[in-house]
C-alpha cells in the first residue's frame, strides 16, 4: 500500500489539517498486510499534510503543498520531516547509538541553489541540487539539532549592535527598532531585549509564497525579551529551541503560514499579553517544554489549532496557564494539582487541561474551536466528561496519558483526528489510560473512533462509532473488554489489534464497515457474539489474523478464540495468514459450538462430538473451512447458540420399587422422572418442544414453566402416588416411556430440544459418553432409588461434574410454612384480640389444622384450634402466641411471637380545638369535631 491510500486521513471533510508528531495512520496499514510486516516502518506516520514523524531509515511525505520529498537515512534516526512553502525542515535526532550518519534528501527542484542551516542561520552552507533534485550530507547525531533548508537567504544577526535598524542601549542590551524589518532576526546572544516599539517583522514575499523561514528565531539562549513586536508573513512566527528564561510581551503575530509562536525544548518561560491570529496552520504549540507561564495571550481564527500541547514525559505537562488565556474569545482551563473541581458550562471553556488532578468534573461543555486537542487528561485519576459536544481536534478530541479511572461517558465527538487518543508519543514510556471507562458516546466523521496504546483494564461500552476512517485500534493494549458498541460505516476497520493480548470482544454489532475485526501479533483474545456483517472494503474481511515484526523478531498471533458470532455477507468472511498467526481456534468444542457463517452451505442431520449421531443440534454436520483455519461446529442459523436457559435439573432412572398407599410398586418405565428447571426470568412456553434419550424423542404437551420454576415430566400419572411433588411444581405426563423403552439402567442420554429441534439441553450416564465432551473419566450413575441431580442447580459447563448422585428431591415431605396474623396491632388490656392463620401455605400439600398457644410465662393462658381465634388480656404484660400447623402427610411446623399489652395513652394536641359553626338552615348551634381530632379519634379506635 502507498501512502496515497492515506490521503483521507488529510481531508476529513471540515479539517484543514491533522495530527502532529503522534504515530498515526498505523490503522491504516496494518489491515493491508498480506504477510507479517515490519512494526518500525509503520512509526514513519504522515500526520499533517506535508509532515511526517517517527522512526527509521526511510521517510517519505506525498501531501506537501510544496515539495515532495524523501529522506534516505544510514542509520535509524528519529524524526519531524517538514517540507512547507519554500521550507523543508527536520528535528533530528539518532535513536540508537550512531554519532553520524548519510542523509539523501529527494524531491528538490533539479539544479536549484538551496541554503540549509543547522541551529543558527551561522550555521548555514549553500548547496545546489543536482539533475534528479537530490542532495547528500553527513550529518552529526551526537546531539539533536534542528535543520532548515530554504530558497532564499535574508536573515539579521542581533548580537549587541542594531545600528543599521535601530538604537543599542548597552546599559540595559536593548534593541529598540526604529524602523520596520523585512528579514528574519536571529537573536545570537543571551539577555538581549528587542523592543520592536510598534515596528514590523515582515515578510515582504508573503503575498506571493513565505520565502523566508523565521520572523524571530534563536536556538540555546537565555534571559531573551521580545516586546512590542509585530510579526507577519512568515512560517514561523517565532520559534526558539533549547532556551529558558524567555520573555515574549505584548506582540502580535499575524497570518503566519505554518505557527505562530513555537516552543520547544525549552522551560521556563513567560508568554504574556501576546496575540496570534489567522494563522494558517496553527497558532501556539508547547513542544516537550516545561514550566512556561502564559498570561492574558489571545489567540483568533487560527486555521487547524489554536493551542496545544505536546510532550513525552509529564514534566512537559508542567505549564502555569491561567483562564486569561482565550481561544475566540472563551478561557483555558489548564489545571494543574487540582482536586474536587468542576467545569461546566457556565465556564464557556475554550480549552480543558487536567494535570496530576484527582476528581475534576467537565460536564455539558461545548468545545468547537479548533485546537490541537480539545480535552487532555496528563496522569489524572478519578475524573469524567460527560455530555459534552468536542469538534476540530486536530490531534485528538480527548487525548489521555499516565492516567486510570477516567470516566468518557454520552459525549457527542466529530471531526477530530481521533475522538478519543490514549495514546504513548514516540519517545513518551509508560501506561497511558487504566481502569478507563468509554461508553455511551457518539463517534462520528473522525479520523478515528478510539485509539489505545499501552492501555489496560479499559472499559469500551455502548459507544456508536460510525463514519470515521477507523473505528477502534489498540496497540500493546491488554485485558481491555469491548462489548456492545455499534461499528458502522467506517471506511477501513472497524477494531484493529496490534500487539495486544487477553481482550474480549463481545456484543458488537460491526455492519457496512471497509473491514471487521483484524488482529496483528495479538494473542490469547476471546472474540465472542458479536455480529459481523457486509464489510464491504478492499477486501472485505469479516475476521483476519496475521503477524508483525518488531525489532526482536516475528510476533505471531496465536491462540485467540473466536466463536458464537455471526459473519454474514462479507467479501471474506475470515481470513488467517497461517504462517504468521497459530492455535486460533473458531469454535468453542461441542455442544457450546462455533459460529454461524453466511456461506456454509452444510446440512444438519447428526449431532454430537463427532457429528455422527442421529439427529439434529443446530450444527452442521461438516466443519466450516477457510484460509488457514476451521470452525468445527458451525451453526446452520443466525444465533445458535443462544438457547433459553432452562436446564436439565434432575434425573430418576433406577426406580426402587417403592410402594403408594395402596401398596402398588414403582415400575420400570412408567414411573421415571425428569425435572427440567427454567432459569429465565419470565415464563418459558415449552409446548411441542421433545425430551428424548438414545432412541426417539417424545413431544411435551401443552405447557409453560414459570420464571425460576420447575417442571417434572413423567410417563404415567401414577408417579405421583409415589413422590410428594411441590404444588408449585408443573407436572407433564408424557403418556408413553421415555423413548422407545425408558430410560435405561446401564446408561442412556436424556436431550431436551426445542420445537425447531435445537438442544437446550442434555446429558447422558452411565455407559452412554457421547452426550458431555469431553467424556467422563468416571462413569456418572445413580444407585437404585437414587437420582443424577446438577448440583449446584445453575452449574452448566456441559461435563458430567455438573451432576451428583443424589437422594431424590421430590421424595422428601416440605414443611408447612405456618404465618401469624392479629389486630389491633397495638392491643389493650380488656380489648379483645382477633388472631388468623390463613396466610400459611404448604409447598408441596395442605394444611388441615392448626394449633394455638397463648402463653405468659411458662403458664398457658389458653389453646385452640381453627384458622382463626381470639383472646381478651386481661392484664398488661408480654405474652407468646405460638401457631403449630400439620399438613396432610402429617407433617408439623411452628412459629411464634410475642405480643405485648401496655396500657392505653395518646398524648394532647394543643392545637386541637372543638370549633362553632353556624349553620343558616337550622335553627340555633352546633359543635364539630376538626379533622385533626377525627384522625386522632380513627387512630385510637383502629389501634
Known amino acids: 500500500m502507498t501512502f496515497a491510500h492515506l490521503r483521507k486521513c488529510a481531508n476529513i471533510e471540515n479539517m484543514k489539517a491533522i495530527k502532529i508528531f503522534l504515530i498515526f495512520c498505523l490503522f491504516l496499514l496494518i489491515p493491508f498486510f498480506i504477510e507479517a510486516q515490519d512494526f518500525d516502518e509503520f512509526l514513519k506516520i504522515p ?11 526511510f521517510f517519505e511525505i506525498k501531501d506537501s503543498n510544496y515539495l515532495n520529498i524523501t529522506l534516505q537515512s544510514e542509520k535509524e534516526i528519529e524524526i519531524v520531516l517538514e517540507s512547507i512553502p519554500r521550507m523543508i525542515s527536520l528535528n533530528i535526532s539518532s535513536s540508537t547509538n550512531a554519532t553520524s550518519t548519510n542523509l539523501i534528501l529527494n524531491g528538490l527542484e533539479p539544479n536549484k541553489t538551496y541554503y540549509k542551516y543547522q541551529d543558527s542561520y ?44 535601530g538604537i543599542w542601549e548597552t546599559s540595559t542590551q536593548t534593541c529598540t527598532l526604529t524602523q520596520d524589518v523585512t528579514s528574519t532576526i536571529e537573536i545570537d546572544a543571551d539577555n538581549i531585549t528587542l523592543d520592536c516599539n510598534g515596528h514590523q517583522i515582515k515578510n515582504e514575499y508573503w503575498i506571493s509564497n513565505p520565502i523566508l523561514t523565521h ?42 503560514y505554518g505557527e505562530g509562536l513555537r516552543i520547544q525544548f525549552s522551560r521556563e518561560n513567560e508568554i504574556f499579553g501576546n496575540e496570534i491570529l489567522d494563522s494558517s496552520r496553527g497558532g501556539l504549540i508547547i513542544y516537550e517544554s516545561s514550566g512556561n507561564r502564559l498570561k492574558e495571550n489571545s489567540f483568533k481564527n487560527n486555521g487547524s489549532w489554536n493551542f496545544g500541547i505536546f510532550g513525552t514525559v509529564l514534566e512537559n505537562f508542567i505549564q502555569d496557564i491561567d483562564i486569561s488565556n482565550t481561544i475566540n474569545g472563551k478561557s483555558i482551563y489548564y489545571l494543574v494539582g487540582q482536586e474536587n473541581k468542576t467545569i461546566e458550562a457556565f465556564n464557556s471553556p475554550g480549552y480543558v487541561g ?58 457527542k465527538i466529530s471531526n477530530c483526528y481521533y475522538a478519543i487518543y490514549a495514546g504513548t508519543i514516540i519517545g513518551a514510556e509508560g501506561k497511558t489510560l487504566e481502569n478507563g471507562l468509554i461508553s455511551e458516546n457518539e463517534l462520528t466523521e473522525n479520523g478515528g473512533g478510539i485509539s489505545f496504546e499501552n492501555a489496560f483494564g479499559n472499559k469500551i461500552l455502548k459507544n456508536e462509532i460510525s463514519k470515521n476512517n477507523l473505528g477502534i485500534y489498540f496497540i500493546n493494549s491488554s485485558n481491555n473488554v469491548i462489548s456492545e458498541n455499534a461499528i458502522s460505516e467506517n471506511e477501513y476497520e472497524s477494531i484493529n489489534l496490534i500487539l495486544s493480548s487477553n481482550n474480549t470482544l463481545k456484543g458488537n454489532t460491526i455492519l457496512n464497515n471497509g473491514e471487521g475485526i483484524l488482529l496483528s501479533g495479538s494473542s490469547n483474545n476471546i472474540i465472542f457474539e458479536n455480529s459481523i456483517s457486509k464489510q464491504n472494503g478492499q477486501w472485505g474481511r469479516g475476521i483476519y489474523l496475521s503477524g508483525i515484526y518488531t525489532r526482536e523478531g516475528l510476533v505471531k498471533s496465536e491462540n485467540n478464540k473466536v466463536y458464537h458470532n455471526n459473519f454474514i455477507q462479507n467479501k471474506i468472511n475470515a481470513k488467517v495468514e497461517s504462517d504468521y498467526a497459530s492455535g486460533n481456534l473458531f469454535d468453542n468444542g461441542y455442544p457450546s459450538g462455533g459460529n454461524y457463517w453466511s456461506d456454509y452451505t452444510g446440512v444438519d442431520e447428526k449431532f454430537g462430538p463427532n457429528q455422527d449421531q442421529r439427529g439434529s443440534d443446530g450444527i452442521g454436520d461438516n466443519p466450516y473451512c477457510f484460509q488457514g483455519g476451521c470452525d468445527n461446529y458451525p451453526f446452520i442459523k443466525e444465533n445458535g447458540w443462544q438457547t433459553l436457559k432452562v436446564l436439565i435439573s434432575e434425573v430418576y432412572y433406577n426406580v426402587d420399587k417403592r410402594k403408594d398407599k395402596e401398596g402398588n410398586e414403582e415400575k420400570e418405565g412408567d414411573n421415571e422422572w425428569v425435572i427440567i428447571h427454567n432459569l429465565e426470568n419470565e415464563t418459558v412456553d415449552i409446548s411441542n418442544w421433545q425430551i428424548c434419550d438414545n432412541e426417539k424423542c417424545d413431544n411435551i404437551p401443552t405447557s409453560s414453566i414459570p420464571a425460576n420454576g420447575f417442571a417434572i415430566l413423567t410417563p404415567a400419572t401414577t408417579t405421583f402416588n409415589f413422590w410428594k411433588v411441590p404444588k408449585d411444581m408443573v407436572r407433564i405426563v408424557l403418556g408413553s416411556k421415555f423413548g422407545s423403552h425408558g430410560l435405561s439402567n446401564e446408561g442412556d442420554r436424556v436431550i431436551l430440544k426445542d420445537k425447531e429441534g435445537k438442544i437446550i439441553d442434555a446429558m447422558s450416564y452411565g455407559t452412554d459418553t457421547l452426550t458431555f465432551f469431553p467424556f467422563c473419566s468416571e462413569e456418572l450413575k445413580a444407585g ?6 446438577r448440583f449446584p442447580p445453575d452449574k452448566d459447563t456441559d461435563t458430567c461434574k455438573d451432576f451428583i448422585e443424589s437422594e431424590p428431591t421430590i421424595g422428601k415431605n416440605q414443611l408447612p410454612i405456618p404465618i401469624i396474623q392479629f389486630s389491633p396491632k397495638n392491643p389493650v388490656k380488656g380489648v379483645k384480640v382477633k388472631f388468623d392463620a390463613s396466610s400459611s401455605t404448604d409447598p408441596d400439600g395442605e394444611i388441615l389444622n392448626f394449633l394455638w398457644e397463648i402463653k405468659r410465662g411458662e403458664e398457658i393462658l389458653a389453646t385452640s384450634t381453627g384458622t382463626t381465634t381470639e383472646f381478651t388480656f386481661s392484664e398488661n404484660g408480654e405474652y407468646q402466641i405460638t401457631l403449630i400447623a400439620t399438613d396432610n402427610d402429617n407433617a408439623t411446623s411452628s412459629t411464634s411471637t410475642i405480643l405485648k399489652v401496655q396500657p392505653f395513652s395518646f398524648a394532647i394536641i394543643t392545637d386541637l380545638h372543638i370549633g362553632r359553626h353556624y349553620q343558616e338552615e337550622y335553627e340555633g348551634q352546633e359543635y364539630y369535631l376538626t379533622q385533626r381530632l377525627r384522625n386522632v379519634v380513627n387512630w385510637i379506635n383502629n389501634n
Not at 125 to 146: A, N
Not at 227 to 247: E, M, P, T
Open 122 to 165: 551561522k550555521n548555514g552552507v549553500v548547496f545546489i541540487s543536482d539533475e534528479k533534485g537530490t542532495f547528500s550530507w553527513q550529518q552529526d547525531l551526537s546531539q539533536p539539532h534542528y535543520i532548515w533548508i530554504q530558497e532564499k537567504k535574508g536573515t539579521i544577526f542581533l548580537t549587541r549592535d542594531c545600528s543599521n535598524y
Open 215 to 256: 520572523g524571530i528565531y534563536f536556538w540555546d539562549k537565555k534571559g531573551v525579551i521580545i516586546k512590542n513586536c509585530g510579526i507577519s508573513g512568515f512560517d514561523y512566527g517565532i520559534l526558539f529551541s533549547y532556551c529558558s528564561d524567555i520573555k515574549i510581551v505584548g506582540s502580535k503575530i499575524l497570518r503566519p
Open 354 to 411: 487536567i494535570i496530576n488532578s484527582k476528581n475534576i468534573q467537565i460536564k455539558n461543555v461545548s468545545l468547537l474551536e479548533p485546537n490541537y486537542q480539545q480535552v487532555l487528561f496528563i496522569n489524572s485519576q478519578d475524573s469524567k466528561i460527560e455530555n459534552s459536544q468536542i469538534q476540530n481536534g486536530i490531534v485528538a478530541g480527548i487525548q489521555i496519558l499516565f492516567s486510570s479511572n477516567v470516566e468518557i461517558l454520552k459525549n
Open 47 to 57: 500526520s499533517i499534510p506535508g509532515r511526517i514523524s517517527g522512526r527509521g531509515k
Open 784 to 789: 437404585e432409588g437414587k437420582s443424577l441431580l
